[in-house]
């Protein structure tokens, strides 16, 4: 039997860093980001490895020519070793953003930038990369530069080498995303919001969505800061819990954004994605203010389908259509 792409890179990236893992004594999700940067740079970094580790390194990544397959080939084979470390080692807040949801944003960001050709994209939640790279990968005639902030070091590790091997030209900030950002504005921002309390009640202080009393919620500082480095004009693609509107902290967030951005669209999303409902999301879209731009005459909103019933979901899609011609 013949392996597919995706399976014979996998193939290398698993057994590749299951080796790394064992010698470095390391987890299996560090050693996938090692032996991801061996096959970015086309050597073994690892000088502590054994010459005989080395040369078993070495014959393994010769199996493949990395620089010649698929961006998509490449994402999802890494994304297939990320879910395995994942699993090792859950963390809720740590999630990969999957890649049904990444199609489905790719989707949506086209049609709303129809007419850019050149961007530049932040997720400031970047994680693994792995939504930034599936929208990327889905837009490949634009020219795009890309930003990404991350607190957490393997995760960010993950997504730098991801962005290399897939040639995506990205800068990466390893830093809690509510501290300042010394970035330029940005055309365009996604985000898997992570979702909860910010525990630094003195660093919320220097947001107009701090909550009156306790901790604030972190998913609220995000969309604050995402809205203040992002250009005016452009858009910001978040996935938010299903209930963002209907939080105790959520009339604030209403008058605020009234303020600072036009709501498109709020979408639920299915939910057989998710684990139960009260973990179920939904992608809220904003336009930040601008002179000239008006508000949509009516926000889109919809609750779709499973991806999975491509009938439903084509209804959708047209009605996504018709509200685009109405309102773009
Ligand atoms: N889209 C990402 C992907 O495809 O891998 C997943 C994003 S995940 C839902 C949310 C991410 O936010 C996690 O990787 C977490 O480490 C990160 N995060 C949480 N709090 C943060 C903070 N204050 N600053 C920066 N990143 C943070």
Same mark, same amino acid.
């Given at each position: 039997m013949i392996n597919s792409p995706v399976e014979t890179l996998f193939g290398v990236i698993d057994e590749t ?6 010698? %470095?004594?390391?987890?299996?999700? #560090?050693?996938?980001?090692? &032996?991801?940067?061996? *096959? !970015?740079?086309?050597?073994? *970094?690892?000088?502590? %490895? ?9 014959k393994k990544y010769e199996e493949i020519n990395v620089s010649q397959h698929e961006?998509e080939d490449i994402r999802k084979a890494?994304?297939f070793a +990320? ?6 080692? @859950? ?5 990969? &953003? ?16 129809? #007419? ?54 990205? #800068? ?16 365009? @921002? ?17 947001? #107009? ?12 500082? !995000? +969309? ?5 480095? &992002? ?6 693609? !978040?996935? @938010? ?14 008058? !605020? ?9 709020? *979408? ?11 973990? /179920?999301?939904?992608?809220?879209? %904003? ?5 000239? +731009? ?7 909103? /919809? ?12 209804? +959708? ?6 509200? %685009?011609?109405?309102?773009?």
């Amino acid at each position: 039997m013949i392996n597919s792409p995706v399976e014979t890179l996998f193939g290398v990236i698993d057994e590749t860093a299951l080796l790394l893992q064992e010698q %470095l004594a390391c987890s299996y999700l #560090e050693a996938v980001a090692e &032996t991801g940067e061996n *096959l !970015f740079q086309g050597e073994v *970094l690892q000088d502590e %490895l054994s010459e005989l580790t080395k040369k078993r390194l070495h014959k393994k990544y010769e199996e493949i020519n990395v620089s010649q397959h698929e961006n998509e080939d490449i994402r999802k084979a890494f994304q297939f070793a +990320i879910l395995k470390g994942m699993k090792e080692n @859950v963390q809720p807040n740590h999630q990969m &953003t999957p890649d049904s949801l990444g199609l489905f944003i790719s989707y949506l960001v086209n049609k709303f930038t129809k #007419e850019t050709e050149k961007m530049t994209i932040l997720d400031p939640a970047i994680g693994t990369g792995n939504l930034l790279t599936t929208v990327l990968n889905q837009m490949p005639h634009k020219e795009t530069q890309s930003i990404g902030v991350e607190i957490d070091e393997v995760l960010i590790k993950l997504a730098y080498v991801g962005a290399n091997l897939q040639k995506h030209p990205l #800068e990466l900030f390893n830093q809690d995303s509510i501290e300042p950002l010394f970035i330029d504005p940005v055309d365009l @921002v996604l985000c898997d919001l992570p979702i909860g309390y910010y525990p630094n009640d003195l660093r919320a202080q220097d947001y #107009e969505l701090q909550a009156e009393e306790g901790h604030s919620y972190a998913h609220h500082l !995000f +969309i604050e800061q995402s809205l203040k480095h &992002t250009k005016e004009g452009g858009y910001l693609f !978040f996935i @938010v819990p299903n209930g963002l509107f209907e939080s105790p902290f959520s009339g604030q967030l209403q008058s !605020f954004l009234k303020e600072k951005a036009n709501i498109q669209g709020f *979408l639920q999303l299915p939910l057989s994605l998710f684990k139960n409902k009260n973990s /179920a999301k939904s992608i809220l879209i %904003l336009q930040k203010k601008k002179d000239g +731009i008006q508000a949509p005459k009516e926000v889109l909103l /919809a609750e779709l389908p499973s991806l999975s019933n491509q009938r439903a979901l084509q209804d +959708i899609l047209s009605k996504i259509d018709q509200w %685009l011609l109405h309102n773009k």
